[in-house]
């Protein structure tokens, strides 16, 4: 998935997502080591995790969300490499103590081929003993709570009108949003389309031990529960 001007409002828009708490959950599991934040976005948490102490590496498919998050680095004096990769081809790199698909990235992957194969290619750049650690929207969120749109923001920089459609796969939806940002008086208008796809809990949890993974929890909505099937995002804690 590579964004448009989308990079540009990102960070307003993700304004209500508890980065700390993401930090808290993989801080509880590990404390310090090389960390490879895929589909790091922006960068927001990737500073988190370098500020607590790791070693981070930040990378993403989009050379816009690089830019951004690159920037975000030196304004923050903050060493932390920036490789612009696919998270389902990371050839050449490797050695990691932990690894991070964040804030329903996975979702962006279209085929089940690429998932596994970002399983597998995660799983050799981990070092024995390493951690992965992703979230991915519920079949709930994306069948039920996805289908209510439109859904309207009415920022003081941002604003957008959100509307969904059922996508071209089972468990999937199209999202198509007109973004209006400020620039002085005047505000320019811009479309993004974006489409998600999710698998049921067993399958991801299939995929995972199929690459040589261990599953050591499934949680929901940052409570450290179990899932049920109003739960809208779903926590996965691998061991290799």
Known sequence: MRYGKFASVYDELMEDIPYEKYVEWVGSHVQSGKLLDLACGTGTLSQLFSEVGFDVTASDLSE????????????ANLAIPVLQLSMDNLEGIGG?????????????LETEEEVKRTFAEVHAALNEGGHLFFDVHSLFKINDIYMDSPFVMDGENVAYIWHTEKGTHANSVIHDITFFMRHGETFERFEETHEQRTFPVETYQAWLEQAGFQVESITADFTGQSPDEESERIFFHAIK
């Open 64 to 75: 816009d969300m690089l830019a951004i998050a690159s920037n975000r680095f030196q304004e």
């Open 96 to 108: 990691f103590d932990a690894v991070t698909i964040a804030i329903d990235s996975l979702n962006y």
